[in-house]
């Protein structure tokens, strides 16, 4: 059991170390580019194309805080604003789908996953999403109540203190990662060693070839579902070298996770707003089975044509 633990404990410092490496650089730049004219930029761009959506012009720039940084600053943007519960909603659908998109898309690069296909697609569904709702739901014109959530802004006076700051939320994200990851790789390690992966596979193996994925995928959804993206990244990570994990599911298997990860801790992020989660809740799941299905099943049958084609 303790060479078990070991080599649980080597694999997910290693896998901390790995994602690290991308999360550390990114934060620091994107917290400096907080504190200059760019997202302001960004902003003003975007406002004229907010009414197709549903949104007023002051919606954008809790959707830039929040794709460029985090949720956590998206929420907190919203929450200084005058806005109703539909504009809520659809700003709480939009992040759910399309957040911190450098960071989270630098760690799909990390796995073998496109960047450009991981940003389309998760800027995509909170298009699409957004304008839907717009269009199909006519109520929530009431002005949203917000819980009590403090929404005071960072107060940096300096270059200095600007870049410290980064430093500071850069290895605060990285440590918060190790918490996760790293008994996340134990637990799996003494899973593997026993057997019960190969049975929790099995049981989840009607799920995956519905979404059209092997059975070596399932860890992976889990871990993305329950603690987030770039956690899933971590256990895809280890599931590339070891399980031999194909191009075609590790494709599947994040564009499950960028419509739809973290559910519990995302989803209750919203809370304080005063909108509908479950709704939230809902939206993000069946939007990431269909979009799965869907996408597994083109592939699978291009692929068969491929071998048609191939034999004749």
Request: aromatic share 8%; with cysteine.
């Amino acid at each position: 059991m303790i060479n078990i633990f070991k080599k649980g404990l080597l694999v997910g410092i290693k896998t901390t170390w790995t994602l690290g490496k991308v999360i550390f650089p990114i934060t620091v730049i994107v917290t400096v580019l907080q504190h200059t004219p760019i997202l302001n930029w960004i902003i003003d761009f975007i406002t004229p194309f907010m009414k197709w959506i549903g949104l007023s012009g002051d919606a954008a720039i809790p959707l830039v805080l929040g794709n460029f940084l985090n949720l956590y600053a998206g929420i907190g943007a919203i929450l200084t604003l005058d806005l109703t519960v539909k504009e809520v909603f659809i700003l709480a659908v939009m992040l759910s789908f399309s957040h911190n998109l450098l960071v989270e898309s630098s760690v799909a690069a990390k796995v073998g996953v496109s960047i450009a296909m991981t940003v389309a697609v998760r800027i995509g569904l909170a298009i699409v999403s957004a304008f839907f709702i717009h269009i199909l739901w006519q109520g929530g014109n009431e002005i949203a109540q917000y819980g009590l959530v403090s929404a005071t802004p960072e107060q940096l006076t300096s270059w200095g203190a600007i870049f410290l700051s980064g430093v500071e939320k850069a290895l605060l994200g990285i440590g918060q990662l190790a918490m996760i990851v790293i008994p996340l790789m134990i637990g799996i390690q003494i899973l593997k060693d026993l057997k019960w992966l190969d049975q929790f596979s099995r049981w989840m193996s009607p799920v995956t070839r519905a979404l059209g994925m092997k059975e070596n995928t399932s860890m992976t959804l889990a871990a993305g579902l329950l603690f987030g993206l770039a956690y899933g990244a971590g256990v895809m990570i280890q599931a590339v070298q070891e399980d031999h994990v194909s191009k075609k599911d590790l494709t599947l298997a994040f564009i499950f996770l960028v419509a739809c990860h973290a559910v519990v801790e995302d989803t209750l992020l919203f809370v304080p707003l005063g909108i509908p989660v479950w709704p939230l809740l809902v939206i993000r799941l069946v939007t990431a089975i269909l979009l799965t299905m869907s996408v597994g099943f083109i592939w699978g049958r291009i692929q068969q044509t491929e071998r048609k084609e191939a034999a004749l």
